[in-house]
């Protein structure tokens, strides 16, 4: 299965500036997923991410606040603008493992804190 | 929006004993995956069950799906405090190929 290198592993950021966390996949995939898992909670997805085209984003989630891009098969990148304690999440980006699982496999992970 | 509901939101059991976790979901569904997440970080696929399939087993775990009832539940056998995580399931749906997660089991083995 894909294996995912995911950075920065975790940041402090100023409200009001903005952070960009890069996915890395060691192969092509067609689509990427990016998820927030604010503290305590489960996992929300944020936006799919397809090479070539416009992301597409779930309810409650826009593009002037998460911009995406991918602008390859294998990397993908999403910004967090604007940022408010709100914001304070751990971001998550997944990709299909492939067929003999048809699991995901998710990035390890940015532990993102706005003060 | 979340899928469904999780319980136990947390469950607390010594090494050895067995952990069982329900997930019941919404809409109709293609599978139903379940993952673990240790302290937050990235999660780790576990198991993926098809709707056409009752029962699955992979090594300690054994997973069911009653798509009657939405419903699927986890069990670990034989527990260790290395399985000390969070358990989610998940399930995709329709023509997306999206994880819609469950709310989420928070498992303590204490030895």
């Known amino acids: 299965s894909a294996v995912i290198s995911q950075k920065p592993s975790r940041d402090i950021c100023q409200r009001g500036t903005s952070l960009t966390i890069q996915c890395q996949v060691d192969s092509q995939v067609t689509m990427m997923f990016w998820y927030r898992q604010q503290p305590g909670q489960s996992l929300t997805l944020i936006a799919t991410?397809?090479?070539?085209?416009?992301?597409?984003?779930e309810s409650g989630f826009v593009i002037d606040k998460f911009p995406i891009s991918r602008p390859n098969l294998t990397f993908s990148t999403l910004t967090v603008s604007n940022m408010s304690p709100e914001d304070s999440s751990i971001y998550l980006c997944?990709?299909?493992?492939?067929?003999?699982?048809?699991?995901?496999?998710f990035g390890s992970g940015t532990r993102l804190t706005v003060v | 929006s979340q899928q469904g509901e999780e319980d136990p939101q947390a469950l607390s059991i010594q090494e050895g004993e067995n952990a069982t976790m329900n997930c019941s979901y919404k809409?109709?569904?293609?599978?139903l995956q379940w993952y673990r997440q240790n302290s937050g970080r990235g999660l780790v696929h576990l198991i993926l069950i098809r709707s056409n399939e009752r029962e699955k087993h992979s090594g300690r775990l054994r997973v069911t799906l009653d798509t009657s009832k939405k419903s699927s539940s986890l069990l670990i056998t034989a527990s260790r405090a290395a399985d000390t995580a969070s358990y989610f399931c998940a399930t995709v749906g329709g023509t997306a190929s999206k994880l819609t997660f469950g709310t989420g089991t928070r498992l303590q083995v204490t030895l």
């Open positions: 809409t109709s569904i293609n599978n």
């Open positions: 997944s990709v299909a493992s492939g067929p003999s699982t048809g699991g995901y496999t």
């Open positions: 991410a397809n090479q070539g085209s416009e992301a597409t984003y």
